[in-house]
């Protein structure tokens, strides 16, 4: 086709790949079940006490592919694929792996070479996501654990922060592909106690209150393409009710998605 002025249309709003990560417990399942017509791929035990629709418990690669594929072939009414979670999800690729290359771990393929194997599933994984999210208009919402490890910037010494509980690899391309990253954790005051001694110590004191922080900052990975304020209170409510701004500035949160 030869490309001229004509062939210009303008870019549909899609709905954002979302992942979130942050502590167990925090309610990161909850926002999932709160969002539009949810159904749950899970890939661990974490739904109980939750009253939602999902596929029974995932414990091989393929069952998870499966679901994607159901979702994508079948008709339904969902409008949200919750996949709980990605940290669980990476270990049923590393057996995958290993069982293709009928070796007992990842760990045992040669040279290291079993991660970068990994990544071919993670691909299409991250494809068929993509595909629900592009041409079924399936909200898709990644849930991860979060893990403290060392970050090394090229522009200042090394330090630690939160991150996904994902292999390096892994995260960079969940880092690419996502179009939002929020991190959720509990609003946290330092306290400096006197101990005695001339001796003071830090001490942390939550307030209850859930955070969702969508930009990144030192502490945390965190990302949006949107232009999201930089941390929301952690609900469904307060999320969608930013997002629909972005998408339609007369929006409210008395419309979902369709």
């Not at 999800?89 to 990994?118: C, F, M």
Request: proline share 7%.
């Amino acid at each position: 086709m030869a490309i001229s002025l004509a062939t210009i249309s303008r870019s549909k709003f899609k709905p954002p790949i979302t992942v979130l990560h942050g502590p167990p417990g925090i309610g990161k399942s909850t926002i999932g079940a709160k969002a539009p017509s949810p159904v749950f791929i899970p890939t661990e035990d974490g739904l109980v006490g939750m009253s939602v629709d999902a596929f029974p418990l995932c414990t091989k690669w393929q069952q998870v592919m499966d679901c994607v594929i159901a979702l994508y072939q079948e008709e339904h009414s969902y409008h949200t694929v919750v996949v709980d979670s990605l940290s669980a999800l990476e270990l049923l690729i590393w057996r995958q792996v290993a069982n293709d290359h009928q070796k007992t771990s990842i760990d045992d393929i040669p040279y290291g070479r079993g991660h970068g194997y990994a990544m071919e599933y993670w691909q299409q994984f991250m494809n068929g996501i993509a595909a629900l999210r592009d041409q079924k208009e399936i909200l898709p919402i990644l849930i991860a654990h979060s893990e403290v490890a060392r970050f090394d910037a090229p522009d200042v010494d090394s330090y630690e922060r939160y991150g996904l509980s994902l292999h390096k690899r892994a995260a960079g391309l969940m880092y690419e592909r996502a179009d939002i990253i929020g991190f959720a954790t509990w609003k946290t005051h330092v306290l400096k106690e006197d101990v005695g001694f001339q001796k003071k110590v830090n001490r942390g004191i939550g307030t209850g209150e859930r955070l969702l922080h969508l930009v990144e900052r030192p502490a945390y990975l965190a990302k949006n393409r949107y232009g999201l304020p930089p941390t929301l209170p952690l609900s469904w409510e307060e999320f969608y009710a930013s997002l629909a701004k972005i998408q339609n500035p007369a929006a409210t949160t008395s419309t979902q998605p369709a």
